[in-house]
């Protein structure tokens, strides 16, 4: 293979390593580009010799000044830049650059579940959700009973799910950033893959009372000494006098659950359009490739979404803060990009109270794959949300079903990011760089790569690969509209991801910036 190097935008200075074993010292590129050192693959060649102070460009935008003078063909790597201001949240441009509309995209459909309350299901999963971690050991093991004893006679349910968590109770749970967690919780207990109300499973002494985490429901205890008598919620709640012991605890929860699985056999999927879909976008293990191959051809599927109809998400915060000045003029109002800035300044406040910088956010993993810092992550990991107009933004644990493209915020770990979109979502996108095993029970994950190396190491864990784009076998639209017709399919039952496959489903986290007991 040729020397093959990657430059975003005209104005880069800088380009990055597209060879899978990197470069030696002394390659020369066609147009005369000499390497002074080896620059391993995805990582930056300066394009030019930089003197200590100047601009570093990627993307198009500055991500960095030298620290140094800088050779022509030297590695540009973390240590040889600083970290440039945030844009000024009080300084951007509101919807000053709307995009217009693209032509709409009709007549395609996916097989879905259509539930009572008007969403739509890509699974049938019976779910039981916990208010509080001490009675998650016991709904797993019922869970374990209830997939053992009763699943295999309801063979029209795909699963059984456990909704547990690490919250609950040792909380301030009057404090204003309780509303987070709480809300999640709820929205996830109503998920659209449950198609039913859902089995809430609580101890009884929990500051999170069902309750609460359910407002306005018509909350039933169960017990063994109890009917069923409608289709509201009902609670088991362990600490009840009428439940004597381990036993009779099991029994109630597997009794009510019998019933569920009853309602849930019944479904059957229907033709739905594509706008019922909900799909939460997120990357993780990202790369310099990111930016590049995987998240502009999901960027082009988005685009292919919202103009079909769907509602579309992308989020973390972080990795959205030092590309937001790209985001403001492209709201779709002044009020839109306004309520994007206080999502931005939310954050900014949280993490200043907690002694963090911009600079906590790469791992290793991230500069290891060759991104320098967050400024350039972020400009690699909003290339996800396409070119459509940014409809809506909701803030920490609000519920998306606005139609368009959305800014959903959530921090940008992996586990919480997609447990807050888990609210909302009944599809998830996820781009990698460097390889995660990443999957969710509630949702199937589709996994795309950045490069075709991870593909093809990890065939059984990638659903897509995006790297043909950096080599030239494919390009932005062909795998933008791979990706459209893979989410139907996945949608529709037809096809089947790789976690869903080997059963790789992460716990749930849901954000919680309040105050712990």
């Given at each position: 293979?040729?020397?093959l ?8 200075n ?15 590129f ?31 935008q ?21 970290l ?6 009080d300084?951007?441009?509101l ?85 987070i ?9 109503h ?36 009917p ?45 359009p ?8 997120q ?35 972080t ?13 779709s ?13 939310w ?13 906590a956010?790469?791992?290793p ?15 690699g ?10 409809a ?9 079903t606005?139609k ?7 921090p940008?770990?992996?586990?919480i ?13 996820f ?67 790789w ?18 007991t």
């Amino acid at each position: 293979m040729d020397p093959l190097r990657i430059q975003v935008h005209p104005s880069d200075n800088v380009a990055i390593v597209v060879n899978p074993e990197g470069l030696p010292t002394g390659t020369t590129f066609a147009d005369g580009l000499r390497l002074v050192e080896h620059i391993p693959q995805s990582h930056k060649v300066a394009l030019k010799r930089f003197a200590a102070g100047e601009p570093i460009v990627r993307y198009g935008q500055i991500i960095g000044q030298a620290n140094r003078e800088i050779p022509q063909g030297s590695w540009i790597r973390e240590d040889t830049l600083e970290l440039p201001m945030a844009p000024a949240l009080d300084q951007l441009a509101l919807a000053t650059a709307v995009p217009h509309h693209h032509p709409s995209l009709e007549g395609y459909t996916f097989d879905g579940y259509r539930n009572a309350d008007g969403s739509v299901g890509t699974k049938n999963i019976l779910g039981i959700t916990t208010t509080v971690q001490c009675v998650a050991p016991t709904v797993d093991y019922a869970v374990r009973r209830i997939k053992a004893e009763l699943l295999p006679r309801f063979t029209n349910v795909d699963d059984v799910v456990s909704i547990t968590h690490t919250y609950g109770c040792g909380v301030a749970i009057d404090a204003p950033g309780a509303t987070i967690p709480i809300r999640t919780l709820g929205h996830i207990s109503h998920h659209a893959n449950f198609g039913a109300s859902p089995l809430v499973v609580s101890l009884g002494c929990e500051k999170l009372q069902p309750a609460r985490m359910l407002p306005g429901e018509n909350l039933q205890r169960l017990t063994n000494k109890l009917p069923i008598l409608n289709d509201d919620p009902y609670v088991v709640r362990l600490q009840d006098e009428d439940l004597r012991g381990f036993g009779e605890i099991i029994s109630a929860i597997m009794r009510y659950a019998e019933k569920r699985l009853v309602e849930l056999n019944r479904r059957q999927r229907t033709s739905c359009p594509a706008s019922e879909l909900n799909v939460g976008l997120q990357c993780g293990g990202s790369d310099a490739f990111s930016g590049v191959t995987c998240n502009p051809a999901v960027g082009y599927a988005s685009d292919l979404l919202v103009r079909a109809g769907a509602s579309v998400m992308f989020s973390e915060v972080t990795e959205v803060r030092d590309a937001v000045h790209l985001l403001t003029p492209r709201c779709s109002s002044e009020n839109v990009a306004r309520d994007l800035i206080r999502e931005m300044r939310w954050y900014d406040e949280y993490l200043a109270r907690g002694g963090a910088d911009r600079s906590a956010n790469p791992t290793p993993g991230n500069k290891r794959g060759g991104l320098s810092n967050v400024v350039e992550k972020a400009l690699g990991s909003v290339a996800k949300a396409g070119t459509s107009a940014i409809a809506h933004v909701a803030s920490h644990g609000d519920k998306v079903t606005a139609k368009g493209l959305t800014f959903a915020a959530t921090p940008a770990s992996d586990f919480i990011c997609g447990t807050q979109q888990l609210a909302s979502m009944n599809m998830h996108v996820f781009t990698t760089g460097e390889g995660t095993p990443y999957g969710l029970a509630l949702v199937p994950v589709i996994k795309v790569s950045s490069r075709t190396a991870l593909a093809e190491r990890w065939r059984d864990l990638i659903d897509l690969d995006a790297g043909r784009i950096a080599t030239g076998h494919a390009t932005i639209e062909s795998v933008g509209w791979e990706l459209f017709h893979l989410l139907l399919d996945v949608a529709s039952g037809r096809k089947k991801t790789w976690a869903d496959h080997w059963g790789l489903h992460n716990a749930l986290a849901p954000f919680n910036p309040g105050p712990v007991t």
